[in-house]
């Protein structure tokens, strides 16, 4: 079975500052990852996802993640923090296959401070 | 383009009484859809999924129910709440037959009191 770990489950930045939400995943077989970004009494959207193609994978809102097989993380950055990106940030994955199911992730809320 | 509704977007029950929320997809056919719950500190928790009109797959069986009476239609049901109900509780859907993200309705805030 699959599994995700979303290290700290807080994280606060200064705008302008480097971004950075961790997401390490267990998988029996090659993953698909996901990101999403949840906005305070909103559904989640998707950021970015990782399908087994570039291991760098560019997202919406100036975000991209890393997919690090040997390490199994997809860690979350953005080079500069806007106030705007203070949210719920959720790690997904997914087994592929015939298994339409996603694991979320505890999620990290991001606080980003003036 | 794909639009996912929910509703009510907010809802106050009493321990004891019945639930149902609706949830429904315009602009796709033959979605695979989803219901979570999301409470505070724990993430998105899988309820049930379907891949078609009338199949459903429960991943906590508790005292909710789902059913999918249409194509794009999902709905969550409960004959008594509990407290432990409580929560937020968001539908989704993904493409038929690919593993792909799943997009979220904008959620339902359940309190029972």
């Known amino acids: 079975a699959q599994s995700v770990t979303q290290l700290g489950s807080h994280v606060s930045v200064s705008e302008g500052a480097l971004v950075l939400l961790r997401c390490n995943y267990s998988?029996?077989?090659?993953?698909?990852l996901f990101w999403y970004v949840q906005y305070p009494n909103q559904g989640l959207q998707l950021l970015l996802k990782?399908?087994?193609?570039?291991?760098l994978v560019k997202g919406i809102n100036g975000f991209e993640a890393e997919f690090k097989k040997s390490e199994t993380s997809f860690h979350l950055t953005k080079p500069s923090a806007h106030m705007s990106d203070a949210a719920e940030y959720f790690c997904a994955v997914s087994r592929g296959g015939s298994n339409y199911k996603l694991t979320f992730g505890k999620g990290t809320l991001l606080t980003v401070n003036p | 383009s794909q639009t996912i509704h929910q509703w009510p977007a907010t809802l106050v029950q009493p321990v004891g009484s019945p639930l149902s929320l609706e949830c429904t997809v315009e602009?796709?056919?033959?979605?695979?859809l989803y219901w979570y719950r999301q409470a505070a500190g724990r993430g998105l928790q899988l309820l049930f999924y379907s891949v078609g009109i009338g199949q459903i797959s429960s991943e906590v069986p508790q005292n909710l129910s789902a059913s999918r009476p249409q194509d794009r239609q999902f709905i969550l049901s409960s004959k008594k709440l509990l407290l432990s109900d409580s929560g937020f509780y968001l539908c989704?859907?993904?493409?038929?037959?690919?593993?792909?993200?799943?997009?979220f309705g904008p959620g339902t805030r359940l309190t029972v009191t």
């Open positions: 989704a859907w993904s493409v038929r037959g690919r593993v792909d993200e799943q997009y």
């Open positions: 998988s029996s077989v090659p993953p698909y």
């Open positions: 990782y399908t087994s193609a570039a291991t």
């Open positions: 602009g796709t056919s033959n979605p695979n």
